[in-house]
């Protein structure tokens, strides 16, 4: 922090002796592209479902060191990445200190900000997803992020992969293998193209180390199923319209197409974000090889560990951003008063 407070002291001092020659200091701008041109005349903005808005909160003092931002299932989950991801990016907090769920009081989803990263729950299902994704890409927007990124993590079910397999997403795919995210429009449907960040897709695969890890980690198609029993093809749902010999026929098939997972919010989390102009990756973790079963039985224990999987990526993913550029300017949070904690 003294370094980061020492460089701005230094460009201060270097404009005053060098007068225009060095350019003036720019305000930051938003860096979000493609955005409701109506969003100018919301005074204040009211993010409902995150309980926060623009008149009684400072965005760009108070989120615009944002610059990851990770969204995964429960609140239990982004909770305790919350608190996972303290220590691995190095911030430290003092004993009288917890991390506070900032939207506790809109009762829908939770969100925990620890130093440059924002964790939120986004429940199930691309509806639910989409909803918390509208009011944090405009989050972003107002605090003037520079360049987030954006993760899902979460598990799903593997297509001839073993359990605990680390799946980053390539392509998502909706229910009819389109590389869409469908949104009905005054009745009329509109095809968003649901395209992921490749380079970052490469980058995080670099990062994962089978021989350390003790499990692999695969870069893929993923089907975006919109339920969780008819949608993804299982046999144990209260309805089923086909047979064991029908739903192997289908596994088989996508498995061909290159798709080795399933879950239900990529293409709407995909969609959104390009559309954003953000950078974004799909983590999950297979937590059964649906071409061997559909219930999930593994112990508790074992869900657990799995549940870790992508956490770690991330953190990793994190720590190299984070110490290549500016190790030297990350702040340690001491204080009882520090955004997100009391």
């Known amino acids: 922090m003294v370094k980061a407070q020492n460089k701005r002291i230094d460009e201060l001092i270097r404009f005053i002796k060098e007068g225009s020659q060095t350019d003036i200091p720019q305000e930051l701008k938003s860096c979000t592209c493609n955005l409701n041109p109506y969003l100018e005349c919301l005074n204040p903005d009211i993010l409902h479902h995150l309980n926060l808005d623009t008149k009684t909160i400072d965005f760009p003092k108070v989120f615009g060191d944002v610059r990851f931002v990770c969204l995964g299932g429960s609140d239990a989950r982004m909770e305790k990445f919350a608190n996972f991801i303290i220590g691995e990016i190095g911030l430290k907090l003092s004993i009288a200190v917890h991390l506070r769920n900032i939207s506790a009081d809109g009762h829908r989803y939770a969100l925990f900000k620890v130093g440059p990263v924002l964790c939120a729950s986004h429940g199930i299902g691309g509806p639910s997803i989409s909803i918390v994704l509208h009011e944090l890409i405009k989050l972003v927007h107002h605090a003037k992020c520079q360049d987030p990124v954006f993760f899902r993590m979460g598990t799903c ?128 973790v297979a937590i059964i090889n649906r071409m061997e079963g559909d219930q999930i039985n593994s112990p508790a224990s074992v869900l657990k560990d799995f549940d870790q999987r992508a956490q770690n990526l991330i953190a990793r993913y994190m720590r190299k951003v984070l110490f290549k550029c500016d190790e030297d300017d990350i702040e340690t949070c001491q204080c009882d008063d520090a955004p997100g904690c009391h």
């Open 157 to 284: 079910g593997g297509i001839g992969v073993e359990p605990g397999t680390l799946v980053i997403t390539s392509q998502p795919l909706d229910g009819q293998l389109r590389p869409v995210y469908e949104v009905v429009v005054h009745t009329q449907p509109q095809l968003r193209p649901a395209l992921l960040d490749q380079a970052l897709a490469k980058e995080l695969i670099a990062l994962s180390n089978p021989c350390e890890d003790g499990y692999d980690t695969v870069l893929g198609k993923t089907l975006c199923a919109n339920d969780f029993y008819e949608g993804q093809s299982r046999l144990d749902g209260a309805f089923c319209g086909y047979n064991p010999q029908k739903k192997m026929c289908f596994l088989q098939q996508i498995s061909q197409m290159g798709i080795v997972n399933m879950e239900m919010e990529s293409t709407a989390f995909a969609a959104l974000t390009n559309q954003a102009g953000i950078r974004a990756a799909v983590i999950c």
